[in-house]
């Protein structure tokens, strides 16, 4: 091998060794990014689920003072239902 082959050789690999070098910190910067909006994707899904257990603590609350509500009524009627029994069961002793 020249001199001139081995300069030649010697700049092929620095030109070589700063195009990857852009490439790899193009490469790098696109993973920032990508690290970000995982990041910020992330944040949402947390941001959800906060909400969605709110929204079921919520569901679960109302569904609670709801079945309060119908067992309470529930109660009144079978209280009228027997009620009603006691006084047809007089009517039919007379």
């Known amino acids: 091998m020249t001199d001139d082959q081995y300069q030649e050789l010697v700049q092929l690999h620095w030109e070589l060794v700063q195009f990857l070098g852009v490439k790899f910190g193009e490469v790098d910067a696109r993973f920032v990014q990508v690290d970000a909006r995982f990041a910020r994707v992330d944040a949402q899904i947390a941001g959800l689920r906060t909400e969605v257990h709110a929204l079921r603590d919520d569901v679960d609350l109302k569904f609670q003072e709801f079945r309060g509500e119908v067992r309470a009524e529930f109660d ?19």
């Open 76 to 94: 009144e009627v079978k209280g009228m239902i027997r009620l009603l029994d006691r006084r047809v069961e007089r009517l039919e002793a007379r």
